[in-house]
């Protein structure tokens, strides 16, 4: 696993996978096959497409949307969380604001 401990700015399509420590001034899409596991913090949304698998222990600040793929979250969510598909997982020690 690829491991990121600085600033990435803009869109990211991810298609591998990625131990991000830093933080993502942007939006993270999560392609099928791609495994992002966030310690850090991304400022924008996160899409889980169908297929991929993404761990949140940081935080976002946009929506994360699962379309199909793989969600776990035990950080903080500050912008929604959407369940469009796949499984989520929220677990106890997570802060998460859902869609209305």
């Known amino acids: 696993m690829r491991k990121e401990f600085g600033q990435i700015e803009g869109e ?3 298609t ?3 131990a991000l420590y830093g933080m993502c001034v942007g939006d ?3 392609e099928s096959g ?3 596991h966030l310690y850090g913090m991304c ?3 996160v899409d889980v497409k169908p297929g991929a698998v993404v761990v949140v222990y940081g935080m976002c600040t946009g929506t994360v949307t699962n379309s199909g793929g793989k969600l776990e979250i035990s950080g ?3 912008g929604h969380l959407v369940k ?3 499984t989520t997982t929220v677990l ?3 802060r998460v604001s859902v869609e209305p």
């Open 12 to 14: 990211v399509h991810l």
């Open 43 to 45: 400022a924008g949304n």
């Open 16 to 18: 591998d996978d990625l």
């Open 76 to 78: 903080m969510i500050v």
């Open 28 to 30: 993270i899409v999560v």
């Open 92 to 94: 106890p020690t997570a």
């Open 34 to 36: 791609g495994c992002l």
């Open 84 to 86: 469009d598909g796949g």
